[in-house]
Nanobody, 122 residues
């Protein structure tokens, strides 16, 4: 079992930045690829980006490419999402998830955090 807890969400103005963290406990997160997803009210859960277990491979959705950066520190069992140049359309609950591979579909992930709210004001 892997227990994931996100933190770092909040309210920010357009153009601002936030850094989300996803802390893992239980099995070591270094065995897993990690993904970040987001879900806005009334919308389906959307893939944002993922990172391989080693950190050597990352994949980004077009909607966040060039603005968001995923990284991981396996020694700290933590994955990060640095979000820059935030837009109102980035407003959503952000979830981290663990999988055996860097999938873009939510059903590819076995473990999920509870989510953290990000709100970008215009």
């Amino acid at each position: 079992q892997v227990h994931l807890v996100e933190s770092g969400g909040g309210l920010v103005q357009t153009g601002g930045s936030l850094r989300l963290s996803c802390a893992a406990s239980g099995r070591t997160v270094s065995n897993y690829a990690m993904g970040w997803f987001r879900q806005a009210p009334g919308k389906e859960r959307e893939f944002a980006e993922c990172i391989s277990w080693s950190g050597g491979y990352t994949y980004y959705a077009d909607s966040v490419k060039g603005r968001f950066t995923i990284s991981r520190d396996n020694a700290k069992n933590t994955v990060y999402l640095q979000m820059n140049s935030l837009k109102p359309e980035d407003t959503a609950v952000y979830y981290c998830a663990a999988s055996s591979y860097c999938y873009t579909q939510p059903n590819g992930y076995s473990y999920w955090g509870q989510g953290t709210q990000v709100t970008v004001s215009s």
